[in-house]
């Protein structure tokens, strides 16, 4: 016979299930449409468990938003991290954050939803440990073999991210999805190799001003 579950795993279980239903319905009617009744429903608890575990229903947004900024940040790490080259883990783990955000419910939450109903301090606050993160430690190691190229840190991962999150946003509204994303996948790559150049390539002199 299996043990009764401790009084932990039956709220963790709520928990899990108030999360799991409440995902499904933010990424199929948007944050706005969302009803707190709906996700008690369908998660067949009582609203007094609900606002056990959230204050109200932007609190559980916000949880499934920080869920899905982990779950983007695995993936892009899963992608970048056995590849040895950094420029080219840097491109694999673009790769992999475009292919998490072409999935709808992650669109909608993360890339739509979330830095309106969170602000948009607020949604980097949660994305900073995580694909800010990610994307920071992609570019220092890229940076580090060109001690050269005269750039830094921290405008290029935001440059960067802007740009991906971009992006992310033009394949999926585009008529032709496949098309778009190729075209997209082919972009990125040429904008990374000329923005970060070669690891041997020497900065480049500043252009005289030609006198009068």
């Not at 899905?68 to 954050?97: C, H, N, W, Y």
């Not at 606050?125 to 430690?137: F, K, Q, V």
């Not at 060109?146 to 840190?153: A, E, H, I, T």
């Amino acid at each position: 016979m299996s043990r009764p579950r401790t009084q932990a795993e039956r709220l963790a279980a709520t928990r899990a299930t108030l999360m799991r239903e409440a995902r499904l319905i933010f990424a199929a009617s948007g944050y706005d449409a969302a009803a707190t009744e709906e996700i008690v429903q369908r998660s067949n608890v009582t609203r007094g468990a609900l606002y056990y575990h959230f204050k109200d229903k932007r609190a559980v947004f916000e949880a499934i938003v920080e869920e899905v900024a982990r779950e983007i940040a695995a993936a892009i790490d899963r992608k970048a991290d056995p590849v040895g080259d950094p420029l080219q883990a840097l491109i694999e783990g673009t790769r992999a954050f475009l292919d998490a955000c072409l999935d709808p419910a992650v669109r909608r939450i993360y890339l739509i939803d979330a830095p309106a109903v969170l602000g948009w301090h607020r949604w980097r606050e949660i994305d900073a440990p995580h694909g800010l993160r990610s994307l920071r430690e992609g570019v220092t190691a890229v940076l580090a073999e060109r001690p050269g190229q005269g750039l830094s840190v921290e405008p290029v991962t935001f440059l960067l991210s802007g740009a991906f999150n971009e992006a992310a946003l033009w394949v999926a509204e585009a008529k032709d999805e496949k098309t778009a994303r190729r075209e997209m996948d082919r972009s990125l790559v040429q904008l990374m190799e000329r923005l970060f150049g070669s690891p041997a390539e020497p900065a480049r002199p500043p252009r005289a001003r030609a006198r009068a």
